[in-house]
């Protein structure tokens, strides 16, 4: 699902441009059934070292949490940029 801006929503697996990954996601909110992000939920950065909170900046909410969207940041200034990585079977 996209916002007005034309951004989808940040699902689990999605990259960021210091090539971490988002980790932490909503259990009852999914998009083409993949969980959603929310703000505050843990992404990992192999640059800063560690994980840190998804900072949404989206106009949606969900139980009263933002709702990410690709192009948000994160606490350490990584970008979600949104490919997915491949799925670990």
Not at 1 to 25: C, F, P, S, W, Y
Not at 30 to 50: M, N, R, S, W
Not at 64 to 79: E, F, P, Q, S, W
Request: proline share 3%; net charge positive; charged share 25%.
């Amino acid at each position: 699902m996209k916002n007005a801006q034309d951004r989808e929503m940040v699902r689990l697996r999605d990259i960021t441009d210091h090539g971490g990954t988002v980790t932490e996601v909503a259990g009852d909110l999914k998009h083409l059934g993949i969980g959603v992000a929310l703000d505050g939920h843990g992404v990992t950065c192999p640059k800063c070292g560690g994980v840190f909170p998804l900072l949404a900046s989206g106009p949606r909410t969900h139980r009263g949490r933002l709702v990410g969207y690709r192009g948000d940041k994160t606490g350490c200034g990584a970008i979600v940029i949104g490919q997915r990585t491949a799925r670990a079977e």
